[in-house]
């Protein structure tokens, strides 16, 4: 079976294997003292900017939380979509682990705008009222939209007059800079971003993510969050090793680009059939659609996904590295003749 219900759905790209198994041979210190560390470290600085610090940490949510930890106490909040990771895919890590408040606002597409952010910058100061301390957002949004890089900059000007932190989650984050056509720096260090939630298991890795900070005083502690926080990896040289393939080689254009543009693909497949509606832009490697409650259970035996909605009936289909042309073909195929069945769900 092929699934489309995640990009965490399929196996490790062969380059990140290839990686593995060239960091596997001989003895080296453990806890990042190593060479493949060192070439990490400097691949960052060389897509992100001299001023790049990153950390090594196994998951997404150890990312985001971790990353938010050093900028957030207690007694202060976070502002982010109501689609987020954050708020709705965390299983309350971030109020766990934070002991803070998300500030939760609607966003249209996934994304959120200045008039949105501003219903929380209110009662500044009064110890009754949880103040807030960062904002948050997803680039590429949970809806597969993509910020603008002046939509981007726009938000960083706005937490600098105000005093926020200025957080990225960027699991999927070499889609949205393939999608502007720009490189990994101007949608992050280059827009004002302070913290950058950098993906690398959607992207084929094993167990590899980052947290990039663009402020020295924000990485200066981080190192005691992360091993309090049990994501110290000992052998973190096959981490390492994983990164810096992906940064150095163009690895993570060439796989941004493939996977959008069988999105795009599969997005002209279904058009013209009335009874699937995309709700939402392809910008990256998400398909959006709503859909008849009948094609769910029968599609789903063949080719595995997500309802997004269940209200709504709207379902999300996201394309993988490994993901072919056959694959879409062969997906948008089996739509089509759900959708002839006409039998109804029970």
Not at 319 to 327: A, F, N
Request: aromatic share 10%.
């Amino acid at each position: 079976m092929r699934f489309f219900a995640s990009d965490n759905s399929s196996g490790i790209h062969p380059r990140f294997l290839a990686a593995i198994a060239d960091a596997n041979e001989g003895h080296y210190p453990s806890y990042g003292q190593d060479p493949f560390t060192e070439r990490f470290d400097a691949a960052i600085r060389r897509a992100f900017g001299a001023g790049a610090e990153a950390f090594l940490v196994f998951n997404g949510t150890a990312a985001n939380v971790l990353g938010l930890a050093t900028a957030v106490k207690s007694h202060e909040g976070v502002i982010c979509a109501d689609s987020s990771h954050l708020n709705v895919d965390e299983c309350g890590a971030p109020e766990r682990w934070l002991g803070a408040k998300l500030f939760v606002t609607p966003a249209k597409d996934g994304k959120l705008d200045l008039a949105g952010i501003r219903r929380h910058m209110t009662r500044l100061g009064d110890q009754h009222h949880s103040q807030p301390r960062a904002l948050s957002v997803t680039q590429p949004t949970e809806l597969g939209t993509v910020y603008s890089l002046s939509e981007l900059r726009e938000l960083a000007a706005f937490c600098r007059e105000n005093r926020l932190f200025f957080h990225i989650d960027g699991a999927r984050l070499a889609n949205a800079a393939a999608f502007l056509e720009c490189s990994l720096a101007d949608t992050t260090s280059g827009a004002g971003c302070d913290v950058l939630s950098l993906g690398g298991t959607k992207n084929g890795m094993l167990g590899a993510e980052a947290v990039v900070f663009f402020r020295p005083e924000l990485a200066r502690d981080f190192k005691f969050h992360r091993k309090q926080g049990l994501q110290l990896a000992s052998k973190h040289r096959f981490l390492a090793a994983q990164f810096s393939t992906y940064l150095e080689s163009g690895l993570w254009l060439e796989i941004a680009r493939h996977t959008h543009g069988l999105a795009l693909h599969l997005a002209e497949l279904l058009r013209g059939l009335t009874e699937v509606e995309i709700i939402a832009p392809i910008q990256s490697n998400a398909v959006f659609a709503k859909v008849p409650k009948r094609l769910i259970r029968p599609l789903r035996e063949k080719f595995f996904f997500y309802v997004w909605d269940e209200f709504e009936w709207v379902v999300r289909w996201m394309v993988t590295w490994d993901h072919t042309r056959d694959d879409i073909e062969a997906f948008a195929e089996a739509i089509r003749e759900s959708l002839a069945s006409g039998k109804e769900e029970p």
